[in-house]
């Protein structure tokens, strides 16, 4: 069977626990799987793999004595617990998000599939909540309004929990389906240990002025193929604009300027500028982004 971190899975694929969830590797080499948090207590550990040589003011107790009489040398081993962290997830839910509706692309003539933005998000979401709770931590995903506040959340309390509502995502619509099992909470996002944005940032709440309080923030921009390409964009398969007897094809115009491309560049940027001002990490993706590529940003920038 062929792997989902293949070049022929994309994000439009992405499922909850597939590909190998990012908890997976720590899970197998650890019997003692706690959360994804590093506690700041120490303890005294045998393990030459957590060997460090004593700094004055560690406690005596860490000290090995043994390795001592053999070098010479004072040597500190020393283990941190893990613990739960307590994590969000916060998903825009503006109308653009929605985009593209499918009866728009047979009107274009586009035959490729193409995912609305917000099904991308939350099977992107729902990957991640299954990934912190398969590790032992608490998630709690909420939706983004107009306003800029969280006001109706889910609260999964076990990767099944995920699981059915991926299936119930599949069977009833995805934005409907989660929407349907959230409840009235208050949010503070300064209450989370982790942080993941999603959203496509064509909303009235661009950039929310709490990003600099956020603890461990991971922003992924939300995109359609049909904004990240513009090979789509012929005579035949958009629209013309008669407007002041101008008479053009918007696509044949923007590919020919090569304006779509330059403008969709100065947008990422943009976002990714004030994400990393705010001390986060940043991702722009869209469905046809190769979940390989995806799966190599959570394990090498997005865990910390």
């Not at 839910?93 to 009866?103: E, F, I, K, V």
Request: net charge neutral.
């Amino acid at each position: 069977m062929e792997s989902h971190l293949s070049s022929n899975y994309t994000l439009a694929d992405l499922q909850p626990g597939i590909p190998e969830d990012i908890a997976s590797s720590r899970s197998k080499s650890s019997p003692r799987m706690q959360g994804s948090m590093i506690m700041n207590l120490r303890r005294i550990s045998r393990s030459p793999e957590n060997s460090r040589v004593y700094v004055h003011g560690d406690p005596i107790r860490l000290i090995d004595w043994k390795a001592y009489a053999r070098t010479d040398e004072l040597i500190v081993r020393e283990h941190r617990d893990e613990a739960s962290a307590n994590v969000a997830i916060v998903l825009d839910r503006g109308d653009t998000l929605n985009w593209p509706p499918q009866a728009s692309l047979r009107e274009h003539g586009v035959a490729e599939k193409s995912l609305p933005k917000i099904e991308t998000a939350i099977r992107i979401a729902l990957y991640l909540a299954y990934s912190h709770l398969t590790i032992g931590d608490a998630v709690t995903l909420g939706f983004l309004d107009h306003r800029g506040d969280v006001s109706r959340v889910w609260i999964p309390r076990s990767p099944t929990d995920v699981l059915d509502m991926y299936a119930h995502c599949v069977r009833s619509g995805f934005a409907d389906a989660l929407e349907s099992f959230m409840v009235v909470a208050n949010w503070t996002p300064t209450n989370f240990n982790c942080t993941w944005w999603l959203s496509d940032f064509l909303s009235n709440t661009v950039f929310p002025d709490a990003w600099t309080e956020i603890r461990g923030l991971s922003v992924i921009h939300v995109f359609s193929w049909l904004e990240s390409k513009s090979a789509w964009m012929d005579g035949p398969t958009t629209y013309r604009d008669e407007s002041r007897g101008r008479k053009i094809y918007l696509g044949d115009q923007l590919k020919a300027a090569d304006a779509w491309a330059t403008a969709m560049k100065d947008w990422r940027s943009k976002v990714h500028k004030t994400v990393k001002k705010a001390g986060g990490v940043y991702l722009a993706i869209d469905d046809h982004t190769k979940v390989g590529d995806f799966f190599h940003w959570l394990t090498t920038e997005a865990i910390r």
